[in-house]
């Protein structure tokens, strides 16, 4: 198993929160709370919670994309990816770990305001 920097904890905890509990309902105390780090060391990583949000979304593509390729691999026809990602979705619901896309979800939450920081 690979040891993972300050940096990648705290975006791997706040994936877990963000993906699960929304954006807007998860708050920095809550993240410096589950990951065991102080207010600075979080801030020292990420200047705001945009950008924290941001590399959730980084995060969350990258294990999207991984997961797809690795489906894509396997399968020998289209059909048959289709049906790994399907069933892939179904297990993680029953494991209670999809709450839809996490890409939606995370659009949905933001303000006007607050959408231009993600373009």
Known sequence: MIELNTRGKIIEKAS???YSKGFNNTGMDEITRVVG???PTL???F???NSLGLAYLEYRSTILFEML???QKRAKTFDQYL???ATSL???ARRNEFFGCPFTA???ELDISERIYFI
């Open 83 to 85: 049906s790994s990602w």
């Open 16 to 18: 877990v929160l963000f």
């Open 90 to 92: 179904i297990m993680l």
């Open 47 to 49: 200047e705001s919670k």
């Open 69 to 71: 390729e690795s489906l």
């Open 43 to 45: 801030y020292y990583h």
């Open 106 to 108: 995370f659009s949905s």
């Open 37 to 39: 780090v102080k207010k």
